[in-house]
């Protein structure tokens, strides 16, 4: 099973175009980052990981922003080794379960916890983190559910000046960011640029 607790930060990427993804996934390579998360926001997000997972073994590649069973099933058969998704779905989880894949439902409330939790994950997406009120309000809402082991990756206003703020607790096995290779970057291929965002993510959370 793959160990997600080993990236403190997980790059959140919309891809537009597939051709982008190769020198993309290269561009975090060489910034010390061998995960990305592909996001099923797009057209391309399929094609993207297959390439990816291709091309690049050593990088894990997993699909993000999984809402549906037809989005499941193609992030698994593209070579996703984990997937997530911005809120909490039993037939989603159990999709993933069955095919040995890890997967990590979001949440926001502490029902949403209990219900992931109860579907048999321990690790869970804080989303939106920012919106929903930040680590103050993670800190109070995972209180409860210390004992039983649960972590979360907060994503969404997660950024190089707050990741310490995420990544000093406890409660956080990783946070993440969709700054690491924004849209614009990605279009206008300013893959040294990505490249240097990733050293100084990595930077910053050796601090934490």
């Known amino acids: 099973m793959v160990n997600l607790e080993q990236f403190?930060?997980?790059p959140v990427i919309?891809?537009?175009h597939a051709d982008d993804a190769e020198p993309l996934a290269d561009a975090l390579l060489k910034g010390g980052l061998?995960?990305?998360?592909v996001t099923f926001r797009?057209?391309?997000a399929a094609?993207?990981?297959?390439?990816i997972a291709n091309k690049f073994p050593e990088m894990l590649v997993g699909a993000g922003t999984v809402v549906t069973h037809e989005q499941a099933q193609r992030a698994i058969?593209?070579?996703?080794?984990?997937?997530?998704?911005p809120g909490t779905d039993p037939d989603t989880i159990a999709y993933f379960k069955g095919k040995n894949v890890p997967f990590i439902p979001?949440?926001?409330?502490?029902?949403?916890?209990?219900a992931a939790y109860k579907a048999g994950c321990e690790r869970l997406k804080f989303f939106p983190a920012g919106a929903a009120g930040g680590p103050k309000l993670l800190k109070a809402m995972s209180a409860p559910y210390g004992n039983l082991g649960i972590k979360f990756c907060p994503t969404g206003g997660v950024s190089l000046d707050n990741m310490l703020e995420y990544l000093s607790m406890k409660e956080v096995f990783a946070i993440g960011g969709s700054w690491l290779a924004t849209k614009d970057q990605i279009a206008n291929k300013d893959w040294s640029g990505i490249t240097q965002q990733v050293k100084e993510a990595l930077a910053k959370a050796a601090e934490a």
């Open 34 to 37: 061998n995960i990305i998360e």
């Open 77 to 85: 058969n593209a070579g996703s080794k984990f997937g997530l998704a």
């Open 106 to 114: 979001g949440v926001m409330t502490p029902s949403d916890i209990q």
């Open 14 to 16: 919309v891809i537009d």
């Open 42 to 44: 797009t057209a391309a």
């Open 47 to 51: 094609d993207a990981i297959e390439r």
């Open 8 to 10: 403190p930060v997980i």
